[in-house]
Nanobody, 124 residues
Framework: QVQLVESGGGLVQAGGSLRLSCAASGRTFSSYGMGWFRQAPGKEREFVAAISRYATSTDYADSVKGRFTISRDNAKSTVYLQMNVLKPEDTAVYYC?????????????????WGQGTQVTVSS
């Protein structure tokens, strides 16, 4: 098993930046493909970004391509989401997730473990 704890959320003005972190504990971090998802009020949870176990592959939702960057540090058991040029529509609770069965995936159901989420609010 793995436990995930997100941090780094907060309130930022449009055009600003935030970096989210997700610290993992438990089983060897490099065993997991990692992803970030988000859920805005009244909306379904959606895929944001994913990274493979050894960071050889990444994928992004079209809505964040060119603005967000996912990375990981297996030595620190941490995955990051650097978010630049933030927009009000990026406002959501952001969740990190770990998949024990996929190197990486855009699909929620491929992830076994989830963090508790961190709130990101972008003001206009």
């Amino acid at each position: 098993q793995v436990q995930l704890v997100e941090s780094g959320g907060g309130l930022v003005q449009a055009g600003g930046s935030l970096r989210l972190s997700c610290a993992a504990s438990g089983r060897t971090f490099s065993s997991y493909g990692m992803g970030w998802f988000r859920q805005a009020p009244g909306k379904e949870r959606e895929f944001v970004a994913a990274i493979s176990r050894y960071a050889t592959s990444t994928d992004y939702a079209d809505s964040v391509k060119g603005r967000f960057t996912i990375s990981r540090d297996n030595a620190k058991s941490t995955v990051y989401l650097q978010m630049n040029v933030l927009k009000p529509e990026d406002t959501a609770v952001y969740y990190c997730a770990a998949s024990s069965t996929r190197d990486w995936s855009t699909r929620m159901r491929m992830y076994d473990y989830w963090g508790q989420g961190t709130q990101v609010t972008v003001s206009s």
